[in-house]
């Protein structure tokens, strides 16, 4: 198994570009909490305390795990982050203005156009056409930036 340095230097390989670097800090996010939200609608017929059960809970605690077992310290963040994305989904779709899984499908299109056009500024294939577990790693690149500018290690 690679470790999180290899990975995260390995995906920094084909984003160099700022204007790819800023696409991905908007983009990646996006994708993220769109798939998130899609799966938050698959609702399980399970209910802890009161709380009902979905599909989303399920699949980010695998993802928690595959986090730790990548870094001891950055999964913190991006456990936090998946919370958020929880929270925001619940929200949503509590508001009532639009479907949270219409939302989270106009919002996974659009992301993934800016993620396409970025890579066609920088001129790099994006990473995951060369290995799938990339499409977990975005989000890691992204929180390792954000521990670097806290000061805590990877």
């Not at 991905?24 to 399970?46: A, E, N, Q, R, T």
């Not at 979905?54 to 730790?68: E, G, H, K, P, S």
């Not at 456990?79 to 639009?98: P, Q, T, Y």
């Amino acid at each position: 198994m690679k470790t999180i340095q290899q990975w995260l230097s390995e995906y920094g390989e084909s984003h160099q570009d700022h204007t790819n670097k800023t696409i991905h800090w908007i983009c990646v996010p996006s994708i993220f909490f769109s798939v998130v939200g899609l799966l938050y609608c698959i609702k399980l017929p399970l209910a802890i305390s009161g709380m009902q059960l979905n599909v989303a809970i399920i699949v980010l605690a695998l993802v928690t795990i595959y986090y730790f077992a990548l870094s001891k310290t950055l999964w913190i963040g991006l456990f936090l982050f998946a919370v958020f994305c929880l929270w925001l989904c619940n929200l949503i779709e509590n508001a009532s203005f639009m479907q949270l899984w219409l939302f989270c499908v106009i919002v996974f299109v659009v992301a993934w156009i800016g993620q396409f056009y970025g890579h066609k500024i920088e001129g790099k294939k994006p990473s995951f056409f060369k290995d799938i577990q990339f499409l977990m790693i975005g989000p890691a690149w992204l929180m390792s930036f954000i521990y670097k500018k806290l000061g805590i290690g990877l």
